[in-house]
């Protein structure tokens, strides 16, 4: 009776109720990771200041690219030799995220807007797009292959480990990774994300370490790793 009466009254001051199965809960909730994988970490203020803290060159990933915001700042501040960009390109004019409205106002497919973007890029070979699910995208590439990859793709805790299955054989050893949205909870859209549990399995399984946590004034956070490396007598 109590609690029905607290739910009551949350819900008239304007508080949305949300009752979480169990399932949602457990892949929310990340293990504990061990001083040793975060005693060399870092905090940025922003996932666009780690980028100039980062190797320069080689081959640089991009899953989840949007309208190429971040593609844009990763060519201009890594530098690579090679840019692969994968998403399924499935923002339709009308039902764009974020209340944008740049489909319907350039009249263009979420894929012919990116690939005018970025054509320059394309045009000398730089940019290759991979269109299509992530996992399945990230499976054509070459395994160890990767120099940095940036992962924003989805956020239900199966979405994460499928793409991690692949990324855990496309990255080199000695490659970079970062995970966007590494967060519990979306606050605005109401759903359970499972990016820190994925993210913290894989960081036990392989012994990959925290290099940078990157704040989010709304907390959609990022953390970038990298495999630990061991000195003699560890």
Not at 39 to 59: D, F
Not at 62 to 84: N, R
Not at 155 to 179: L, M, N, P
Request: glycine share 6%; with cysteine; charged share 25%.
């Amino acid at each position: 009776m109590i609690k029905s009466s607290i739910k009551k009254l949350l819900s008239k001051m304007g508080y949305t109720i949300i009752k979480a199965k169990q399932q949602d809960v457990e892949d929310m909730i990340p293990p504990a990771l061990p001083s040793r994988l975060v005693e060399n970490s870092r905090i940025c203020s922003s996932r666009e200041e780690v980028l100039k803290w980062l190797p320069k060159g080689g081959v640089v990933v991009e899953v989840g690219v949007a309208y190429g915001y971040f593609s844009a700042l990763l060519l201009e501040q890594l530098q690579p030799d090679k840019f692969i960009a994968i998403d399924s390109f499935a923002f339709t004019a009308g039902t764009e995220p974020w209340n944008q409205t740049i489909l319907k106002e350039s009249k263009m497919t979420h894929l012919a807007y990116y690939q005018s973007k970025f054509q320059q890029q394309i045009g000398k070979g730089q940019l290759e797009i991979y269109p299509g699910l992530s996992w399945e995208m990230l499976a054509k590439l070459p395994d160890k292959s990767i120099d940095y990859l940036y992962l924003d793709a989805g956020h239900s805790y199966a979405d994460v480990t499928k793409d991690i299955e692949q990324v855990s054989r496309k990255i080199k050893d000695t490659g970079i990774i970062q995970f966007n949205d590494y967060t519990l909870f979306d606050s605005f859209a109401f759903v359970p994300y499972g990016v820190p549990k994925a993210v913290h399995e894989f960081m036990l399984k392989e012994n990959y370490e925290l290099l940078y946590l990157c704040l989010h004034r709304q907390f959609f956070c990022d953390v970038v790793v990298r495999r630990k490396v061991e000195l003699a007598g560890e």
